[in-house]
């Protein structure tokens, strides 16, 4: 291959960036892209962040993010550096592995040199990045977790819920999960994106999070549907008059959903409560989806799967890291809801 010149993201890269970004579609069956203000507000949430992108004879055919940040492992606050927004333009096809594996190994080789462990989100169905995560970057520690998909369609049983300031919802949040590992302090002042928290207190138990949007960072287009989900959608608008059924969104539809982040809960009957609830606020605020990051070993994860819709994805994601400071292959962690 020709030569690829790796070098830092200026502003004056922000629309290269942007098409290149709209060439490369999320998923496999079910693709997504991402349509954002500019490239580089994501990474502003960090404050501490640095993006390359990668030319290959003048074009950019590449990017890739990396942020550090403070954060707790077995107890122990570290350094950690985060990669993220890896993008290689589908034309060179022939070349992305190799290209893709220099972004990677020049964006860790950037962070990781004040960093005590590096680490990076990948989906499980992402084969071809999950074999160039272990194989080049040579991850010791795989945490597993879930990404629940709830299609908002109809009310819930369950009355109103309180709302209470961020600050109240997280320290709340902690009571409930001490000693979370990648646990890092937000800073809401940088969180974009925010839009309120609430709290449940009922016979149930005590339960609460915090909502977020991607819409004005990472807004979601659907580019395919799979042929399942479009028999689905058929059948859906024949038997609507009838019956309420998920609306199935179609090709160029752009989403409007909210992320459930810092979900905390005393028994799994108040986390399904506060689960339809805030379903519930969903519908009356007209969004397509609401998402939940969530590892299987939460008491309450199995409750929360059967309250989503039957035929509603459950996407396995994992976190891969490497460092001197690592994690148990099974521990609880804390899901910085800017990673996602």
């Not at 972004?103 to 989100?121: E, G």
Request: glycine share 4%.
């Amino acid at each position: 291959m020709g030569k690829l010149l790796i070098r830092e993201y200026i502003p004056s890269d922000n629309q290269a960036a942007l098409r290149l970004e709209k060439r490369c579609p999320q998923g496999k069956e079910l693709q997504i892209s991402f349509h954002r203000q500019s490239f580089h507000k994501r990474s502003e949430m960090y404050g501490d962040y640095a993006i390359l992108v990668g030319l290959y004879e003048e074009k950019l055919v590449s990017i890739v993010a990396g942020a550090m940040k403070q954060i707790l492992i077995e107890g122990k606050e570290i350094r950690a550096g985060y990669f993220y927004d890896l993008r290689v333009d589908p034309d060179y096809r022939s070349l992305r592995m190799k290209i893709a594996k220099k972004m990677c190994m020049h964006i860790t080789k950037k962070i990781s040199s004040k960093a005590d462990l590096v680490y990076c989100m990948i989906a499980a169905r992402n084969l071809r990045a999950l074999h160039l995560i272990k194989r080049y970057y040579d991850a010791k520690a795989i945490i597993p977790f879930k990404f629940l998909v709830h299609p908002v369609y109809k009310k819930r049983r369950g009355g109103s819920i309180e709302v209470v300031d961020f600050g109240e919802a997280h320290e709340r949040y902690l009571r409930h999960n001490p000693d979370r590992n990648f646990y890092c302090s937000p800073d809401l002042k940088n969180l974009s994106g925010y839009v309120r928290s609430y709290r449940l207190d009922s016979s149930s138990g005590e339960a609460g999070c915090s909502l977020w949007s991607s819409k004005e960072i990472l807004g979601e287009r659907i580019e395919s549907v799979p042929n399942k989900y479009k028999t689905i959608g058929r059948i859906s608008k024949v038997i609507s008059p009838l019956v309420k059924t998920p609306h199935i969104p179609e090709k160029d539809e752009s989403l409007d959903s909210w992320y459930l982040f810092d979900f905390y809960a005393s028994t799994p009957a108040s986390a399904r409560e506060l689960f339809l609830k805030i379903n519930n606020v969903a519908l009356q605020h007209r969004k397509t989806y609401i998402y939940l990051p969530i590892q299987e070993t939460e008491d309450f994860f199995p409750v929360l799967k059967k309250s989503c819709w039957k035929f509603a994805p459950v996407v396995d994601y994992f976190v891969l890291a490497n460092g001197k400071e690592l994690p148990q292959n099974k521990a609880k962690m804390y899901i910085d809801i800017r990673d996602l």
